[in-house]
């Protein structure tokens, strides 16, 4: 009796793998069922390690899933729901055609409808996971809720999607858990940290906003996503609520949005949702906060990084309550609902002309406010007791984490460069010079313009005592000649000199030590060095060239600004303010000095 | 009373066209005798009402039998409406309502109440079909002279029972005050039945004027409409139905109205109750606490391996509203992305980073929706795996060799160049001691130098090129062979020791004695022993070996009696081995394996190494076998080197490459260089220093370390260490030739450009 004859692909990898066509057959669904199970489970197919063997040697590329995940689909009951109701439809499209509508009332109301929950349980087993996966989540949410009633999406899911995402919003504002901000041309980017989790959201734009004219959008598809993620992003918000001892769902005024009016004014109620963005969610915020205490460990690596942990710290605390005592007024042309969050995230007042949006506070006449957000070149009246600047003062403000002066943000002003507070720069990346003053203030250094200024101080003071001075310079340099042709003279033991090591020549030395170093290179790694190396060329080029770029730029910026003004320049440019009444003094100061 | 029942049914009026007249005719004699009554008792108004007064006695009878009459059609009315209810035929109600003349309560405003009653709640009313007048009565007195209630102070009841009390009328002198006050009055009509006040609406006052003036009624009904033919004696091609509607269709069906009948009973009863609709929306989204704990997981069936989909990609610097200057596009970039229109992917960005002067001026991103669906395509579509994210610099891949400057001593500077060659040097070779090294050169001469003071000795004409010369490496022998043409000539050199170059031409003088041996004829046919003549004798040629083909290598065995000559064109006959004390020559090959390149001995073992053009065979010659055969994967060997301990061989080839065999690991390399620019002409070990050195056509010779330990587990190690340049190139050649000194950390090399370097 001889051993059984193995056949090719009855194990190992093979088995392991199912192709979709296979997995239609064995669940018994049609593509639409099956795309819908697998967007709501959360199954997608698989890379095998070995694509012909996981596809029996067959040679076309095919969508492999796990035979073990589809096996798991099997058991969900969610599929007898799909079942459920195909045959609905199939008896509302008969009864329809009969024009039978005592029936299609009654069918009407025993409609089968799927509860989402178990799903959320299964797929994030613990709240991490869940939080892990919420970028997407929000994203989908804010743009389905930003959709205009008359597309293809159930208008109660827009509504829902609304309720969810401005309920999160109030959890962000009540938290105080934003931390980075960054207005692109794709919409507003807002990250939260939650549990000590980054989550970014993408919030789109508004302004000639039309989600319906992309023919190449199924948007069949992604209400499928949105089902899912309205469920999920709902236990999220209880749980987030909860955390902060908070009811859910909360009673937001202004908001009582009935899902099932269809017909409602989508703007009106919008704006509802906006102005509930301005009232507290918490009646009495607890005051009392604790001073932040990080333990010190002696620890191996040195009290740099601890030092660094411990700004970071004091940097988001400070930046918690940023625009603390603060009071916004925003103008109409400003997008509210991003001005709101940001001001209210960070502790600020805000409000605005009452006469055309429901939920403001106060009235523009207010004396007490502080800052005025305006996004038009000018305005005719003006309070002397506040500033007029521009909205990106209030998200460059987040993300330097502290106030910056107001100058540059003035009405009409040439507005400095917005720069991405996501990147992270790899050795040899090109930083921008915004971005190197931001990189310093985190390190927690003195900026350079600020020396800069210290310099022209002293300069100046140097020039009033010049003239004192000239006249001793010279005597000085007398005596120091006459002192050299004395040395001269004597036989005396001269000062040695350093011998420079021939550093070019050990440059080169070592260039060759590591040229032949490449060559020792293992075979296999010689693909993957090259490859890293070419890249990182690249990364060195790009860099080179915006730097070169810039220096055109500022160069061609100069000469602009010589042959238009010789009046001075603000020089206290990056000069920090704690408090707003201190820049109103050394605003007065400078004024002064430039009259 | 007449209204009502008219307001009911218009089918009825079709059909019993007669009867409908005759109420119709009715009407209009009750209201003129009203008119006239009232104009003669009363003046209060013009209208006292449809019904007669109390002191209408003589249509007391008419109206009873109206009245009976009535109530017999409301029955019938009943059934109709059932019949209706299953036919849902509503349009007729409202069209009804138009031709019926209404009126209007005074108390209120509106004129738009159609019924005489007072303004029914507008609820939604589920039988809104069902017009029946009785419902809609305030007052259930019935149908009965008013004048029975002229002596109570209330008219009626209404529907829980409650006495009606009689609106208050003034006197006379305060309605006539009223009448001329009020400018309706002459449409004010007095409704005994509720006791109040009426105004007609305009319709009832069109109704009242067209029955006075005896036209029809109604104000809308055409009488000159286009007569249809129905019973035409014109035969249809496909007729819809010739038959006129049974007489019975019309009369109500019994079996549904007790079907209703049941129905009614069950509503009333409580068994059958309204349809509520039930609020999903409420039920589906009640979120409550799903996770007690952050991090705690349960156990929960889930998919298998889970991968979480990767973040989406966080936006740079160029993406932002208002970018650096430096991000944005010059035009030159903007005609770079124009023109990736059909391979967008390849683009940098998706969109051109671009300045807005404001936040104001930035419009909605119009590729938001597409972006979106493209990733919710990636997140259900795209195939997953995990790979390992590389967190090294690629400095890390380059592995840690020992510094050179730990590795001395080695030969780093030129100290010295020999000049005195008219063409390329070929080949060198120092003699045993070190003193003296000869090189062979294409200007048919053979030159012996002094490496200590680089002072040339001796000059030897050949006549034909230097292929390769070999000094012998016995110290008790002042002998170099050089392979020039056919011939080996064999060479005393006459430098170093007197004794023992005096030894050498003792040796070689006399012929041995060829006694029994008989040379063998395959021998005979490649090669000649020849004697020098007096002037060859003189000049330092000792002996002549004459091949049938150009001889390309000689090199000698350790103990230098043996050595072997390699003609590469001579196929099988291609390797011979000379004995120099027996003066005999033997093939040890009878098959060709190639175009042999060169051979060598092995410095300790009875074995030789013949390099071909791929590969290197080691041959034990004792057992007159092959041993191995290496691998070195390259194209044409030029050259191979033994290390003096035997188990290792370098081999450098033409095409760039310098492998290093280890005997004990493998028959392929244990490591393959190729650090020349370009073809590697010669390689050579030390013989006392872990040093080896190639020389290649890009007039450079590399000095690497090359350390061979005894332990067996340990693998030789290999630094590179030093690039020795300068040599000049001279017709593509550069360095021909690597030599080491024997005792010396020195390096020879000969080159294309005539001279002869040497490195310490």
């Known amino acids: ?595 | 009373m007449a209204t009502a029942s008219k307001s009911s049914k218009r089918r009825l009026e079709i059909v019993e066209n007669n009867e409908n007249s005759a109420e119709v005719d009715d009407i209009i004699e009750a209201q003129v005798s009203d008119n006239a009554d009232d104009s003669t008792d009363e003046e209060s108004s013009e209208y006292s009402g449809l019904e007669d007064d109390e002191e209408d006695d003589s249509d007391d009878e008419e109206d009873n039998s109206d009245w009976e009459e009535g109530s017999d059609e409301d029955e019938e009315e009943g059934d109709e409406v059932h019949n209706m209810s299953t036919n849902e035929d509503s349009e007729d109600d409202t069209a009804d309502d138009k031709v019926v003349p209404t009126a209007v309560p005074i108390t209120q405003d509106g004129p738009s109440t159609s019924t005489a009653q007072l303004p029914a709640p507008p609820v939604e009313d589920e039988y809104a079909y069902d017009s029946s007048d009785e419902e809609d009565l305030r007052n259930t007195v019935g149908n009965i002279p008013m004048n029975w209630y002229d002596d109570y102070p209330h008219i009626g009841y209404d529907l829980e029972g409650k006495a009606i009390l009689k609106p208050k009328r003034g006197d006379e002198i305060d309605n006539f005050l009223r009448k001329m006050e009020n400018p309706e009055s002459w449409r004010t009509v007095y409704d005994p039945q509720t006791g109040q006040d009426v105004i007609l609406s305009n319709e009832d006052v069109d109704l009242i004027k067209n029955v006075m003036g005896s036209r029809i009624p109604d104000g809308s009904y055409n009488p000159y409409e286009p007569w249809v033919d129905w019973f035409t004696n014109e035969v249809m091609e496909t007729p819809v139905t010739g038959r006129p509607e049974h007489k019975r269709s019309f009369i109500p069906s019994r079996v549904e109205a007790i079907k209703v009948g049941r129905m009614v009973h069950a509503i009333k009863m409580g068994w059958i109750k309204p349809r509520v609709a039930k609020d999903t929306s409420v039920e589906r989204h009640k979120y409550y606490l799903l996770w007690n704990a952050d991090d705690k997981s349960e156990d929960v069936r889930r998919i298998e391996n889970p991968i979480p989909a990767p973040k989406p990609r966080l936006p740079g610097h160029a993406e932002s509203y208002n970018p650096p200057p430096e991000y944005t596009f010059s035009e030159r970039e903007i005609n770079q992305w124009n023109r990736l229109a059909e391979t967008p992917y390849q683009r940098k960005f998706p969109f051109i980073p671009k300045r807005f002067s404001s936040l104001r001026a930035v419009p909605a991103y119009d590729r938001f929706a597409r972006e979106r669906f493209v990733r919710c395509l990636d997140l259900y579509l795209c195939p997953r795996a995990k790979k390992m994210r590389l967190t090294i610099q690629p400095e890390d891949l380059v592995p840690q060799l020992p510094k050179p400057r730990d590795l001395q001593p080695f030969p780093t500077v030129c100290s010295m160049i020999f000049k005195g060659h008219k063409g390329l040097v070929r080949t060198i070779s120092h003699d045993p001691s070190g003193q003296f090294f000869i090189s062979g050169s294409d200007d048919q001469t053979l030159k012996v130098w002094e490496i200590a003071t680089g002072r040339c000795f001796k000059t030897f004409e050949v006549k034909g090129t230097v292929r390769c010369v070999s000094w012998c490496p016995n110290a008790s022998i002042a002998l170099v062979a050089a392979a020039v043409d056919n011939n080996v000539y064999l060479i005393n050199p006459g430098v170093g020791d007197r004794l023992v170059q005096a030894k050498t031409d003792e040796i070689l003088k006399e012929m041995p004695a060829q006694t029994d041996y008989l040379i063998p004829q395959r021998v005979r046919a490649v090669l000649t022993w020849n004697e020098p003549d007096k002037a060859q004798w003189d000049s330092g040629f000792r002996v002549t070996l004459t091949h049938f083909k150009a001889v390309k290598h000689v090199a000698w065995h350790s103990k230098g009696d043996y050595f072997s000559s390699v003609m590469p064109e001579g196929d099988n006959r291609s390797v011979l081995i000379h004995q120099l004390s027996r003066r005999r020559s033997q093939l040890p090959f009878s098959k060709s394996k190639g175009l042999v390149q060169c051979t060598l001995f092995h410095p300790l073992r009875p074995y030789l190494f013949v390099a071909t053009q791929r590969h290197v065979r080691v041959y034990n010659l004792l057992k007159q076998e092959l041993t191995k055969k290496l691998m070195t994967g390259a194209k044409w060997i030029s050259s191979i080197a033994v290390h003096p301990g035997g188990d290792n061989i370098l081999v450098g080839t033409h095409d760039r490459r310098l492998c290093w065999f280890d005997l004990d690991l493998s028959t392929k390399p244990y490591q393959a260089l190729r650090h020349h620019g370009q073809g590697i002409r010669a390689v050579a070990y030390h013989k006392r220093y872990p040093l080896f050195a190639s020389g290649s056509d890009d007039c450079s010779a590399i000095v690497s370390h090359g350390m061979v330990y005894n332990d067996l587990l340990k693998n030789p190690t290999i630094v590179p260490l030093k690039k020795l340049r300068g040599h000049a190139k001279f017709d593509d050649f550069g360095v021909f030739d690597v030599l080491f000194h024997p005792t010396q950390p020195w390096l020879f090399t000969s080159g294309a450009d005539a001279t002869i370097r040497l490195y310490t």
């Open chain 1, 1 to 595: 009796m001889g051993a059984r004859m193995k056949k090719k692909y009855e194990a190992g990898e093979a088995t392991k793998y199912i192709t979709r066509a296979q997995a239609l057959k064995k669940l018994q669904l049609n593509l639409k069922d099956f795309r819908r199970l697998c967007i709501l489970k959360g199954v997608y197919p698989r890379e095998p390690n070995n694509r012909k063997k996981a596809q029996k040697g067959k040679l076309d590329k095919k969508t492999l899933y796990y035979v073990k995940d589809i096996r798991f689909l099997s058991h969900e009951p969610l599929i007898w729901k799909f079942r459920d109701f195909k045959i609905f439809m199939r008896k509302m499209k008969t009864a329809m055609e009969k024009g039978d509508k005592e029936t299609v009332a009654r069918l009407k109301d025993n409609k089968p409808s799927m509860k989402l929950d178990h799903l959320v349980k299964e797929r994030y087993p613990s709240f991490l996971d869940a939080l892990n996966d919420l970028d997407d989540c929000l994203t989908l949410c804010f743009f389905y809720s930003t959709l205009p009633r008359d597309t293809k999406v159930p208008a109660n899911l827009i509504s829902l999607c609304r309720r969810l995402t401005v309920e999160f919003l109030h959890y962000v504002i009540a938290a105080k858990a934003l931390r980075k901000v960054f207005i692109s041309v794709k919409g507003i980017y807002y990250q939260v940290e939650i549990k000590g989790q980054p989550v970014t959201i993408l919030i789109n734009h508004l302004r000639g906003f039309k989600p319906t004219t992309a023919s190449d959008v199924d948007y069949r598809i992604m209400t499928n996503f949105v089902d899912f993620y309205t469920s999920m992003l709902g236990f999220i918000n209880f749980r987030l609520y909860h955390s902060i001892n908070l009811q859910y769902p909360p009673k937001l005024p202004g908001i009582n949005i009935n899902e099932n009016a269809a017909d409602e004014d989508a703007t009106e109620e919008y704006n509802e949702l906006v102005a509930a963005l301005n009232t507290s969610l918490v009646a009495n915020v607890p005051e009392a906060e604790e001073e932040l205490q990080i333990d010190e460990f002696p620890s191996a690596d040195g009290q740099d990084k601890l030092d660094e942990a411990k700004r970071e710290a004091e940097a988001i605390e400070r930046m918690k309550y940023l625009f603390k005592g603060l009071k916004f007024f925003i103008s109409r042309e400003v997008p509210r609902e991003s001005v709101v969050f940001v001001i209210r995230a960070c502790d600020g007042e805000a409000s605005w002309d009452s006469s055309i949006f429901a939920g403001a506070t106060y009235d523009e006449t207010d004396e007490s406010i502080t800052h005025q957000i305006i996004d038009r070149p000018s305005v005719e009246k003006q309070y002397l007791s506040r500033y007029y600047i521009q909205p990106q003062w209030l998200f460059d403000c987040i993300n330097f984490r502290r106030l910056l002066p107001v100058e540059d943000y003035f009405i009409g002003a040439n507005l400095p460069p917005h720069i991405s507070p996501f990147v992270t720069e790899r050795l040899g990346d090109y930083i921008p010079p915004e971005r190197q003053v931001l990189l310093a203030l985190e390190r927690g250094e003195t900026l350079p313009a600020e020396e800069e200024e210290e310099e022209e101080e002293e300069e100046e003071s140097e020039d009033d005592s010049s003239e004192e001075e000239e006249d001793s310079k010279p005597k000085k340099n007398e005596t120091t000649k006459s002192q050299v042709v004395k040395e001269k003279k004597g036989m005396k033991v001269m000062r040695g000199r350093v011998e420079m090591p021939d550093i070019k020549g050990m440059d080169e030395e070592e260039k060759e030590h590591y040229k032949f170093r490449e060559l020792m290179i293992r075979n296999k790694d010689k693909r993957l060095y090259r490859s890293m190396m070419k890249n990182r060329k690249s990364r060195e080029r790009e860099a080179k060239r915006l730097e070169n770029k810039r220096k055109f730029h500022e160069k061609e910026e100069k000469a602009l600004k010589k042959s238009t003004s010789t009046g001075k320049e603000l020089t206290a440019k990056w000069s920090i303010q704690p408090l707003s009444s201190t820049t109103s003094d050394t605003q007065i100061k400078k004024i002064k000095k430039d009259a």
